[in-house]
């Protein structure tokens, strides 16, 4: 989870120095804005992967533990409502960066909707912004989940 954390404070900022350099026109680490945009998604993916991919393997962990009779069924209930919250959002996210940057391309190539990229960005990273704030509420409720599971009595007499 600090893992998770991490990558995506840094999500933040590349993506914040993107659109800034889109805006200003400035290099970032001797990287022009179509270059750095390349860095910035291939790191965005993965974190979003990232994340996902806690949500799925800590989920299915709570539900072997609800099968081995160490919680309620009423936190399985609670895991699933919590992945219909997170998911979407995510999906999103990712949808809306990744037609930022592949509406760069038009950009780049001096197509006549280039105005519209600037708009797009101002959407995708404040709904980044609105999906952190979810990934936060989440990563709290699947750790309280977590707690609110029994101890394993065979493990504890090892």
């Known amino acids: 989870m600090i893992a998770c954390y991490l990558l995506?404070?840094?999500?933040?900022?590349?993506?914040?120095?993107t659109g800034l350099a889109g805006y200003f026109q400035f290099d970032i680490i001797g990287a022009n804005h179509v270059r750095f945009a390349l860095?910035?998604?291939?790191?965005?993916?993965?974190?979003?992967?990232?994340?996902?991919?806690?949500?799925?393997?800590?989920?299915?962990?709570?539900?072997?533990?609800?099968?081995?009779?160490?919680g309620d069924m009423a936190l399985w209930d609670r895991e699933k409502q919590l992945k219909m919250k997170v998911f979407p959002q995510l999906m999103l996210t990712l949808f809306l960066v990744g037609t930022v940057f592949v509406h760069g391309g038009a950009v780049?190539?001096?197509?006549?909707?280039?105005w519209l990229h600037g708009p797009f960005f101002i959407i995708a990273f404040g709904h980044h912004i609105?999906?952190?704030?979810?990934?936060?509420n989440a990563f709290k409720e699947q750790i309280a989940i977590i707690s609110e599971l029994k101890p394993d009595p065979e493990q504890e007499s090892k």
């Open 108 to 114: 780049d190539n001096k197509m006549e909707s280039a």
């Open 130 to 136: 609105w999906s952190l704030i979810i990934k936060n």
């Open 39 to 70: 860095f910035m998604i291939l790191i965005f993916i993965i974190t979003e992967t990232v994340v996902m991919y806690f949500f799925i393997s800590t989920g299915k962990g709570i539900k072997l533990a609800i099968e081995k009779g160490l």
């Open 8 to 17: 995506m404070f840094i999500n933040f900022i590349n993506l914040l120095m």
